[in-house]
């Protein structure tokens, strides 16, 4: 059973940055795919970004490409979101999801989430 711990989350100004971490425990994190989704208050969770096991190729939601970055550290059992250029409509609580691909529900295992406040 793996379990998956976010971190990294704040206030910060537009414009500014934030990294989010996800750590893993408890199971083989590095063979299954891994990605991000964040939920605003008053509306559905979305995607963000994923990445599969194997590193070789990323997706990301349109809102967010060309500014946000993810990535992983195998050895680490550990997934990444860098954030740049942040928004205000970035502002959500984003929770890190794994063992899946595609849609929400398609995710076996989810983190707690953290929260993202960008102040404009």
């Known amino acids: 059973q793996v379990q998956l711990a976010e971190s990294g989350g704040g206030l910060v100004q537009a414009g500014g940055s934030l990294r989010l971490s996800c750590t893993a425990s408890?199971?083989?994190?590095?063979?299954?795919?891994a990605a991000w989704f964040r939920q605003a208050p008053g509306k559905e969770r979305e995607f963000v970004a994923r990445?599969?096991?194997?590193?070789?190729?990323?997706y990301y939601s349109d809102s967010v490409k060309g500014r946000f970055t993810i990535s992983r550290d195998n050895a680490k059992n550990t997934v990444y979101l860098q954030m740049n250029s942040l928004k205000p409509e970035d502002t959500a609580v984003y929770y890190c999801?794994?063992?899946?691909?595609?849609?929400?529900?398609?995710?076996?295992?989810w983190g707690q989430g953290t929260q993202v406040t960008v102040s404009s």
């Open positions: 408890g199971g083989t994190f590095s063979t299954i795919n």
């Open positions: 990445i599969p096991w194997s590193t070789s190729s990323t």
């Open positions: 999801a794994a063992g899946g691909w595609g849609r929400a529900d398609d995710y076996r295992y």
